[in-house]
């Protein structure tokens, strides 16, 4: 499982520019045409965004040509989808030649960024929507329909969108994304999600835990809880964060962090497999292992992206903690779930990085032998401090080179660990088809792996033990035994 041009561990690439398809109100007489790019926070944000304009007469539509409002949700993080969001507004102002009611707008990350330049210098939108601004969504379009360009990139302290209930989209009904935090307060050097998402803030768990327990009832077995960062969850009342030490006795001493959180939704629906991405080395605690120790249905996988293995590259990326600290955390990982599948994210070539810092990153991956990972080599992305203060000094013959050495070292080390599961017999949680065969089912083990067996009686949704017989580095190949004792 290896991408070399993603920096979130969610960034799926096939989902890319797909649109939002949902069933229809009857008595809705407009179309929306949404389609989103980035990360899987991007993708359920499109949810919020359109069961919010559900209740405004929009029904969603896959046909381009009879759109009344187009919508673009972007991301900021890679530039080559800042290219691709370009390119397809440019699509759509074509097909507004020839359809003059029809109005486009930009959601999302990109919002914030580039609204001068899309509304006022290119004219190629009639509306920008920053991230926290989609309640005000039934306001801007009658901006729109009135003829006025309409703008709110305002970032909220408080915007969590827990009182609306997401339409699922695309969705195969067995797994979920519930989103549990908005924003970010780690001001990574590379990364822009700070100035196009705000700062951080959680969501009340009572919300999150009727979401659970509403997917539950239908029909969902797995859920993620999704955030910028999820391990720096923490409610307490609401508000911000950084102002958690503002708040009173009272609010701290009944306050919920990320590892109680996991806790109660793990207890609230005792058979449904619970995940978390991303998570944020500096703020993995514990108890939070701890908690992933005690619950069975909490999966034995942790995303913890490093960036890199050098502390001197640390340090110019702000991340907050030592080489020696993230070994630290890995070896209690190791020791309290021995099981545990661990995966990355790792970026070739940061501004300065010699052929010593990158050695240091090779020798990490040796330490930690990582289940998959997610590599990509540097690009400077405009707004962020790294760009603002580094020069990108990294040859791009370097940066490929090293970056095509990341990747073969954790080639070598993904068929390491599939290795180990063969001969196991181990829960697999069938989502569908193998994309390689359509006699065979594919699912994931609680490692995250994916897993492929001959289809027999089995269907998606069921938890079924498999006998892992094969493998390939990223792939475990099976047959079924039984129905495991969640079904």
């Known amino acids: 499982m290896i991408k070399d041009d993603t920096v979130e561990k969610i960034i799926d690439e096939s989902q890319q520019g797909s649109t939002l398809a949902l069933e229809h109100r009857e008595k809705n007489t407009r179309k929306l045409y949404i389609e989103s790019y980035g990360c899987q926070m991007n993708f359920s944000d499109s949810e919020i965004v359109a069961s919010i304009l559900s209740k405004e007469g929009f029904n969603t539509t896959q046909d381009l040509a ?54 006022e210098e290119e004219k190629i939108v ?19 329909d009135e003829g006025r360009n309409a703008v709110n990139v305002i970032l909220s302290k408080d915007e969590t969108y827990g009182d609306v209930a997401p339409v699922r989209l695309n969705s195969n009904g067995v797994t979920a994304f519930v989103s549990i935090t908005r924003g970010c307060d ?42 910028q960062n999820v391990d720096s969850y923490l409610w307490y009342g609401g508000g911000l964060k950084k102002d958690f030490d503002k708040a009173s006795e009272m609010q701290k001493a009944t306050s919920v962090n990320f590892a109680k959180l996991l806790e109660l939704v793990a207890q609230a629906q005792p058979k449904m497999r619970i995940r978390f991405s991303t998570s944020n080395p500096q703020d993995m605690t514990l108890d939070v292992i701890e908690a992933m120790a005690n619950h069975e249905n909490i999966c034995n996988y942790i995303h913890l992206p490093v960036q890199s293995g050098s502390n001197r590259i640390l340090k110019a990326m702000n991340r907050l903690h030592t080489r020696e600290e993230y070994f630290q955390l890995i070896d209690n990982i190791r020791r309290i779930i021995p099981d545990c599948a661990i995966s990355q994210d790792m970026i070739a070539g940061f501004p300065t990085e010699t052929e010593a810092d990158h050695q240091d990153t090779l020798s990490l991956m040796e330490y930690v032998k990582y289940d998959f990972g997610f590599m990509f080599a540097y690009s400077e992305r405009p707004g962020t401090l790294a760009a603002r203060k580094l020069a990108d000094d990294v040859p791009e013959e370097t940066k490929k080179r090293r970056l095509q050495e990341i990747i073969a070292l954790q080639q070598k080390h993904g068929l390491y660990r599939t290795q180990q599961h063969v001969g196991k017999v181990e829960e697999v949680l069938i989502e569908g088809t193998s994309k390689k065969s359509d006699a065979h ?16 009686h089995y269907k998606v949704g069921d938890f079924v033990n498999v006998k892992i017989n094969d493998c390939t580095s990223a792939t475990l190949i099976g047959e079924a035994v039984e129905y495991s004792k969640n079904n």
Not at 126 to 144: C, H, R
Not at 193 to 211: K, M, W
Not at 441 to 456: A, C, D, I, L, Y
Request: glycine share 6%.
């Open 126 to 144: 009639d509306m920008v929507v920053g991230p926290d601004a989609y309640k005000d969504l039934p306001n801007l379009i009658q901006e729109i």
């Open 66 to 119: 009879e759109a009344d409002l187009v919508l673009v949700n972007t991301c900021s993080i890679r530039e080559k989808a800042e290219q691709t969001v370009r390119k397809r507004l440019e699509k759509f102002n074509a097909v507004k030649r020839t359809n003059p009611h029809m109005k486009v707008g930009v959601l999302g990350c990109m919002a914030e960024r580039l609204k001068s330049k899309f509304l």
């Open 186 to 227: 780690n001001m990574c050097t590379f990364c822009v999600v700070p100035y196009t998402r705000g700062r951080e803030r959680s969501r009340d768990p009572q919300s999150i835990l009727e979401e659970v327990n509403d997917l539950w009832e239908k029909g969902f077995k797995e859920i993620t809880l999704l955030g």
């Open 441 to 456: 089912w594919m699912g994931r083990n609680s490692q995250n792996t994916v897993v492929v067996f001959p289809k027999e």
